[in-house]
């Protein structure tokens, strides 16, 4: 009973402290989650409207930036009878964490969907709208390909989860989605409105539906050519 009051006035307060605008509800909200993160480094910013699901497995470097109106979930979270569950061995760890880097900005209406794992490196950002989802519906049922899925409300969907995980100094543009099991290596550049579903390779620039490589993000040298 007493647990239950305690989250009735615990979510009372998130709802109240989402919207606040200016240096004010920037510092209240900074101050709440920090308290509540699984682990968070300095100077975290989190602008108006955002919304985090299960704070506790949340963890941020410093200067962390959560822009305006982002959805930030994490929390292992049950899944459906028959699932597909994929290892990503990039992935350092636990299920349904989410890791974020140091000097990483998550622009306006992003979102992180951590149940099955996101692990972000340093110096990396986000597109506004840009979509990253570890956990995801199936067109059919991995256990039984023949079954048609049925995606109406309570249906029994399959489900993919996947850790994602993100190199250093990566941008993801603007509206890109990255789907399970993927990697983005270092120094790499997700174009707009694509969508990610197979690793990428460092420093690479990649575009389309599915997001292939176009070209190589920065000039290569001949030393680096070489080794």
């Known amino acids: 009973m007493l647990k239950s009051i305690a989250l009735f006035f615990d979510n009372l ?13 920037r510092t209240v909200r900074s101050w709440y989650y920090s308290r509540r993160f699984g682990s968070c480094g300095k100077n975290l910013v ?10 506790r ?26 699932a597909k569950v994929l290892e990503n061995p990039n992935y350092q760890h636990e299920i349904g964490e989410l890791h974020v880097g140091s000097n990483v900005h998550i622009t306006p209406f992003s979102l992180i969907q951590a149940h099955g794992g996101v692990q972000i490196g340093n110096d990396c950002g986000t597109g506004s709208g840009a979509k990253i989802y570890s956990l995801t519906n199936l067109p059919t049922d991995s256990a039984n390909p023949e079954r048609r899925v049925c995606y109406s409300w309570g249906g029994e969907l399959a489900q993919l989860s996947a850790p994602i995980v993100i190199g250093n100094n990566v941008g993801i543009g603007l509206g890109a989605v990255i789907l399970p ?3 983005i290596e270092d120094e790499c550049f997700v174009a707009p409105y694509s969508i990610v579903m197979s690793p990428v390779k460092a420093n690479s620039f990649v575009s389309g539906n599915p997001a292939r490589k176009v070209k190589e993000r920065f000039p290569v040298t001949e030393t680096e050519k070489q080794s």
């Open 13 to 25: 307060l998130r709802s109240i402290i989402r919207p606040l605008g200016g240096s004010a509800g």
């Open 46 to 55: 989190i602008d108006e409207g955002v919304i985090i699901q299960g704070a």
């Open 57 to 82: 497995d949340i963890h941020l470097g410093d200067n962390v930036w959560i822009d305006r109106y982002c959805i930030l979930m994490a929390g292992k979270v049950p899944l459906e009878q028959g």
């Open 181 to 183: 099991a993927v990697t």
